[in-house]
């Protein structure tokens, strides 16, 4: 039979899912067959295979929302929810956005596969075209790592004078960090961060609007801030408590450049600067940490966190975790209850956004050269996870599916042009356009046409002010 005949529905992603295992087994032969990297064409599809595999009390996995394409990988799927209206928050704010009346505000977290901002640039940017560029949200102005970096934007930092704090493999202690999940911070006069707008290209040219998140304590020192080369204030960081601070600044839109720079050996605590734009449209945070689980935010102090993700009024918040979960050990009985805390922690502090799990990227084992097998871990933490979803009234989006199945990784790898990195964890930058088309499509599933052309919103300018115009203050 052919496929075509079946890709609107939830069997479809299971009968290319069939094929596409088979086709591993015969091309890999799990552990114990020599494995051909070369790229394969999926064998035909057996149709009475396919329903003897389904059965009525298991998952069904998503539906395709179009055909399998011929020129490239990756299965165009949809988000599993219990009642397809996971989405419905991000939808009203998108057209509100479109019709120049807000912001739509999407926050994503996750490990290494956000934090290249990759997959989250191309969903920033296609959402800015359709429905108004509002700036382009939280980053860090001070590298927490060497290769930290966002799409359409610039950061230029002195980082290795300043300390990252941030949870890691074996900590236990709850740490004081923000919105992110890191705090950066600097003991030695001079230290700086800056971030300036993009000069080439089409996105991220201008910006009005600036919000400097910090820490306050009785220690703290002080900060400069220069805008375009202008001292523009200090900030004190020194209070009798520790708590939460914010200064805010707001310039005409246009290009600008915001640094940050330490004043005395007194400690500095820097959680995050918002890059935005006075006027309705789109904003996307990405705050993906290299190597982080999700249960990594149970150790992030609960009052900083509440009131961080709060401020920011997320109306889609994405928990894209999973890949460095299939390697590890711990009970599935310990993961499901830390991702359900997780989960309920993130509902309760913002319980009007939608929300959405993407599922582990498949992660194959290689045993010998050539040879692969799967990781059986990875099938039991997507259960999991999909369970979870719909338990809290979240979405799903299964990154194994979208592949093709287990062990597709070793297929994206060996692929002209390769979809995947050698490591067979990471995706190239081909992959990750790649999972921003499909992911967006499947965001906008079921959001309303609107009469009106989405770019309309695009010229819709906000208030301007003639200089810079600071407030500051403290939580």
């Known amino acids: ?123 920033r940017r296609e959402l800015q075209a359709r429905y108004g560029d509002a700036g382009h949200g939280f980053l860090l102005p001070v590298h927490p790592w060497r290769t930290y970096r966002h799409r359409d934007i610039n950061i230029e930092s002195d980082g290795m004078r300043w300390e990252t704090q941030r949870v890691r493999v074996g900590d236990a202690e709850v740490e004081r960090v923000g919105l992110a999940g890191i705090a950066m911070m600097s003991q030695r006069a001079g230290s700086y ?5 993009a000069q080439d290209g089409e996105y991220g040219r201008t910006a009005g609007f600036f919000e400097l998140y910090y820490k306050l304590h009785p220690r703290g020192g002080d ?11 200090r900030i004190s960081t020194r209070r009798s408590r520790v708590s939460t601070g914010y200064a805010t600044f707001r310039v005409p839109d246009a290009p600008h450049r915001f640094e940050i720079r330490t004043v005395s050996r007194r400690p500095i605590w820097v959680y995050g600067l918002v890059v935005e734009r006075d006027q309705p449209g789109v904003v996307v945070d990405t705050l993906g940490i290299n190597g982080s689980r999700a249960r990594y935010q149970l150790l992030w102090d609960e009052e900083v966190y509440q009131e961080h993700l709060r401020r920011r009024k997320p109306d889609l918040v994405v928990l894209a975790y999973g890949t460095n979960e299939s390697g590890d050990e711990s009970p599935l009985e310990d993961y499901e209850r830390d991702l359900r805390a997780v989960l309920q922690r993130m509902r309760d502090s913002v319980p009007e956004a939608s929300c959405l799990l993407i599922g582990p990227s498949d992660r194959p084992l290689q045993v010998e050269e050539r040879v692969f097998e799967d990781r059986a871990r990875t099938a039991r933490l997507i259960e999991v996870q999909h369970r979870l979803a719909l338990e809290q009234g979240c979405g799903f989006f299964d990154l194994v ?59 819709v300018e906000g208030p301007g002010d003639a200089g810079v115009v600071e407030a500051s203050r403290e939580r």
């Open 401 to 459: 599916a979208f592949q093709g199945g287990a062990l597709s990784m070793v297929h994206w790898a060996a692929n002209d042009p390769a979809y995947a990195a050698q490591d067979h964890i990471h995706y190239t930058r081909v992959g990750y356009q790649r999972l921003g088309e499909v992911l967006l499509s499947a965001l906008l599933e079921g959001m309303p046409s609107s009469d009106e052309p989405p770019s309309a919103a695009l010229g």
């Open 1 to 123: 039979m052919r496929l075509g005949n079946l890709w609107g529905s939830p069997l479809a992603i299971v009968s290319f899912g069939v094929a596409v295992a088979g086709l591993w087994t015969l091309g890999y032969g799990a552990s114990t067959t020599s494995a051909d990297t070369s790229p394969r064409t999926p064998a035909a599809i057996d149709e009475t295979g396919v329903l003897n595999a389904v059965r009525s009390e298991e998952r069904m996995g998503p539906k395709l929302l179009e055909p399998p394409p011929n020129d490239a990988l990756g299965l165009d799927i949809a988000i599993e929810d219990r009642d397809g209206k996971s989405m419905e928050a991000l939808h009203r704010a998108l057209a509100r956005a479109a019709a120049g009346e807000g912001k739509a505000r999407l926050l994503f977290y996750g490990a290494s596969h956000v934090a290249s901002d990759l997959f989250t640039g191309y969903i």
């Open 223 to 233: 900060i400069d801030v220069f805008i375009d080369g202008r001292k523009a204030r």
């Open 193 to 197: 961060g800056a971030v300036y707008t």
